[in-house]
């Protein structure tokens, strides 16, 4: 059993990117230069929005966090995002999800510019990811790719079983691993919360997606044994023996599919190490558009 180790993957990804960094900077070019903008102070947010802006420190990219309070109106966080549109030294923009429920997530992500859109959100990247063009790919389902080429999983054929079909996840993961390159070419099944059947599909998965934000849903007795399983759930459970009162836990029951599978992403140290690595050469790109 193979353990698709998310630090080893996210480092070599990071360390390219450093190296083209410094590079860009020998020859005089300015640092590519990421926003992120933080609405409120959710916990768990914070943990993203920070682990963004350290990684932005580590390759050499500029970062500025723009943090707003939770009852921000939407009309000022539009403004915030158009000025950040209309701004020449910022090359990508991403707005932390979830916002509160008096904004519409929907207008935020189509405010934010295409060219500037390295999370991947904005309808004109979800159109060109489906039609096979080049684009900003949504980070998560673009760092479970870089992690599958980092590993060198044989995907050409196999089944792949997609449980989640969120914009942000399932959706586009099951367009990418259905799509016609070296690590797509999969016949993908996409299972939702109206599925019926689900352990039989999830048993004739060669490639198991988890993204249902369900602690430990998957067990061990709906994995073919062999089977890749990529955990991406990240769920908070309390648990009064853990320092911070919570644990993290994926979508997957870890120990017992460990048994069964024959690679499988931990959580946490899989895909969300390599959700931060698919943001940064998002921005790397946006900025190489830009300056060119
Ligand atoms: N590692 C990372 O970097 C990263 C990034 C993003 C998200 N996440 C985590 O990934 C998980 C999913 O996130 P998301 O934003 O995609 O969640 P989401 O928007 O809540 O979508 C969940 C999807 O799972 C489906 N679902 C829920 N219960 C199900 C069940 N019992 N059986 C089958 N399908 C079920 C839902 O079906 P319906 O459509 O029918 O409701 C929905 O399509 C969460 O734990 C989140 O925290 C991790």
Do not use: W
Request: aromatic residues 4%; hydrophobic residues 40%; proline residues 4%.
């Amino acid at each position: 059993m193979q353990v698709l180790d998310g630090k080893i993957a996210s480092q070599s990804v990071k360390e390219q990117l450093r190296q083209e960094v410094s590079q860009l900077m020998a020859e005089g070019k300015r640092a590519p230069h990421l926003a992120a903008i933080l609405v409120g102070s959710n916990g768990a947010s914070e943990t993203y929005v920070a682990n963004k802006v350290k990684s932005c420190a580590e390759i050499g990219f500029e970062s500025t966090l723009v943090r707003l309070e939770e009852t921000v109106s939407e009309e000022a966080l539009l403004n915030t995002i158009q000025n950040l549109n209309n701004d020449a030294g910022i090359d990508g923009i991403l707005v932390q999800l979830p916002l509160p429920k008096h904004i519409s997530e929907q207008k935020v992500i189509e405010t934010i510019h295409p060219d500037k859109d390295v999370d991947g959100f904005h309808p004109n990247s979800v159109g060109k990811l489906v039609q096979g063009l080049e684009t900003f790919v949504p980070a998560t389902p673009y760092g479970i790719m870089l992690m599958l080429e980092h590993f060198n999983i044989s995907t050409k054929g196999k089944h792949a079983v997609v449980i989640g079909r969120s914009n942000i996840v399932g959706r586009p993961m099951s367009v990418l691993l259905s799509s016609n390159h070296a690590y797509g070419n999969c016949t993908v099944t996409i299972c939702h919360s109206h599925t019926a059947n689900l352990k039989e599909i999830c048993l004739q998965g060669d490639i198991i997606v988890a993204a249902l934000g369900r602690p430990e849903f998957v067990k061990a007795d709906m994995v073919k044994p062999g089977a890749v399983i990529i955990d991406v759930g990240i769920t908070r459970v309390n648990d009064a023996t853990a320092k911070k009162g919570y644990r993290i836990k994926g979508d997957v029951a870890y120990n017992e599919v460990a048994t069964v599978a024959g690679a499988i992403t931990p959580v946490p140290g899989g895909v969300g190490l390599m959700t931060i690595a698919g943001l940064m050469k998002n921005t790397l790109v946006a900025y190489k558009r830009r300056i060119s």
